[in-house]
């Protein structure tokens, strides 16, 4: 079984050639890194996720976490991987120097953990959900808070969690239960006892540290004692393993949820408050209260937004690997015959047509995935360290395609590890090839932080329709920019056409769906947001394609997964946009009594 995890070239070619990491390095927020800092961490990381990470993942699918009397123990695997991670100095990597950080640039803090997904997407869910949660308390924590349980996760000495869901709510977070009583004031800030149950809670408890820092949206009461209603009522404390002083939190895990994939990431129902811990002889897990009341939604999704990303990344380099384990199985598998010379020969099922068709697919696909989520990351690096101008677009373009770079690789990297399963034949769904797993480990992604549907209304409902298409309209003219300058090449022309005509198309839609009611508008939101990643990912793979323009393999390898995409995928984005403008009873005349039980 082959260790390929990122292909280095493409890493190269993205960070260097065509989003351009080196100018960062003349911005003053970068001025301490240059073009060896990106292969040092790039090689680490490459290094260590082969050798740490990699050999993790199956054993962490063999040996699930357990919980015992301690609390959830993992796969030694697991543990000494994280630790390896930690070791490395990479958990600090992203994070400013005022806060012990390293001062990476995003883009390549991306491609570096990129690396460790594609080894293992269960084991690096520990440091992507720390780094998050960390990132969250420096943004908005006091000072204390910050020394406390910020700095601890940087270093390595905890790791972090995001707890939201509860089993009654899941991604309903306006109905969630979970109360957290006043109870003073420290030198932390204002403290609070907390009550309540979160369901899915990823990295909830584990073995690797000794201490875990909990992000937990609680609802705070009113005058009356009751808990607040809406959105307003809910605040968002940091809750401790640990406290301070040692002692244990009235933390206590109540189970573990046993998944298709991602095993090695310990899945947890924790119980807030119940008294099974409770310090002082009290009840109630103490909290802190990050900001101020009724701020924690708006926080929380600080981290969300960050987790979407990473679960973008996740799927994308999940497909990639599986797209590198297809070409290493596809070159070596010799299967039928194919003819030569007039006579047949023996034939590398690389050679067969339909093999050929579904390694271009996964390409485009996979390719496609990793370049829009480092796309992102450039756009957070021009947010963080840009003029203010620079800040203020890239913010903008950032939050409008978050949706996207958390739907599009979550659909289409598993589309590329399911393509992988096909290629290896029989051999594809045992346990004996990485591609089996794969794809289990990558079918939660739809899933995690949020379905596809819900990235679709945030999308339209949220990011497209709210601001009357403004947002849509700055990113058109980079699209049209890319147009412009790939009309004179004859072998783009046609592919800058059909682009243009994609996203004149979409400008129409969204110019009537904003005239429509908001169910109507909204009812077809996920057709939507496919056309949309799909307008996306045609404009990133057409403006790749514009720096391709060598004889080498490389070079065409990216011009034939572009001229794939446009030829095979392009096309649907407008039968998704004929489906996003209908005006029909379909679904609102569709009852439950449709469905039988």
Known sequence: MGTALLDRRDLDFLLFDWLGIEALFARPHYAEHSRDTVAAVLDLSERLA??????????????????????????????????????????????????????????????????????????????????????????????????????????????????????????????????????????????????????????????????????????????????????????????????????ANDIAVAGLNHKMGYRGTSNCLLNFGEGQHAPDGAGGAIGWRIGEAGEGLAQMFHMMNEARTGVGLGAAAAGCRGHLLSVEYARGRVQGRIAEGGTTRPAAIIEHADVKHMLLAQKAYAEGALALVLYAARLLDDQLSGDAGTAADA???????????????????????????????GYGYTRDYDVEQLYRDNRLNPIHEGTTGIQGLDLLGRKVLRDGGAGVAQLRARVEATV?????????????????????????????????????????????????????????????????????????GKRAAARWFFAHELPRAALWLDLAATRDDLIASTTQDCFHC
């Open 50 to 247: 082969a050798d740490a990470f990699l050999p993790a993942l199956r054993a962490s699918d063999r040996s699930e976490p357990a919980l015992t009397a301690d609390g959830v123990a993992l796969a030694p695997e697991v543990t000494a991987a994280v630790r390896d991670y930690i070791d490395a100095g990479l958990l600090a990597g992203p994070f400013g120097q005022d806060v012990g950080g390293l001062q990476l640039p995003q883009l390549l803090h991306y491609a570096s953990i990129g690396q460790f997904m594609a080894a293992s997407l269960a084991v690096a869910a520990y440091p992507m959900l720390t780094i998050a949660n960390a990132r969250l308390l420096a943004a908005f924590g006091n000072a204390a808070q910050v020394e406390a349980f910020a700095l601890p996760q940087i270093r390595g000495q905890a790791l972090g969690t995001m707890c939201l869901s509860e089993p009654q709510a899941g991604s309903s977070l306006a109905d969630i239960r979970t109360l957290a009583l006043p109870d003073g004031e420290d030198a932390l800030g204002a403290r609070h006892r907390l009550h309540g149950n979160k369901m899915w809670i990823s990295a909830g408890d584990h073995d690797i540290t000794g201490d875990i820092v909990h992000l937990v949206l609680a609802r705070t009461p009113g005058a009356d004692g009751k808990p607040l209603p809406g959105i307003k009522g809910i605040s968002l404390f940091v809750v401790p393993k640990h406290l301070p002083d040692g002692q």
């Open 395 to 425: 913010g903008r373009l950032l939050d409008l395609l978050t949706p996207v770079v958390k739907a599009w690789p979550s659909e289409y990297g598993l589309a590329a590890n399911d393509l992988a399963i096909q290629i290896h034949g």
């Open 484 to 556: 412009a300058a790939s009309a004179a090449d004859a072998r783009l022309a046609p592919l800058a056409r059909q682009l243009e005509a994609t996203w004149q198309r979409l400008g129409a839609v969204v110019a009537e769906l904003a005239s429509a009611p908001a169910p109507q508008a909204l009812e077809q939101a996920t057709s939507f947001l496919r056309a949309f990643g799909h307008a996306v990912v045609g404009w990133l793979w057409l403006d790749m394609a514009r720096l391709c323009a060598g004889d080498t393999a490389f070079h065409r």
